[in-house]
């Protein structure tokens, strides 16, 4: 039996209620959620059945067991975000 892909996802805006479904009709199990809001982050999590929640990505980077990291943030913060992750030795979407 293949590993699933744990992922955690990095803003937790309506982008959010699409990529979601997209990792997990593909394998993936979705651990966490990151968003600097985290009210956000504790509703996309309850409304996704997601069970961790961080209020930075640093922190979910440092603290979570990820594979992968899918930031869905507004396109100015894509790049910082990305390294972030990289940097974690995660993969990135």
Not at 23 to 41: L, M
């Amino acid at each position: 039996m293949r590993k699933r892909i744990r992922i955690g996802i990095i803003g937790a805006g309506g982008m959010s209620a699409y990529h979601i479904p997209g990792f997990r009709k593909g394998g993936a199990e979705v651990v966490a959620i990151a968003d600097p809001n985290r009210a956000a982050a504790e509703r996309c999590a309850k409304a996704h059945g997601v069970g961790e929640v961080y209020d930075s990505a640093e922190r979910m980077l440092k603290e979570a067991k990820l594979d992968a990291v899918s930031v869905i943030t507004p396109n100015r913060f894509h790049a910082p975000l990305a390294i972030a992750a990289l940097k974690a030795g995660k993969h990135v979407f």
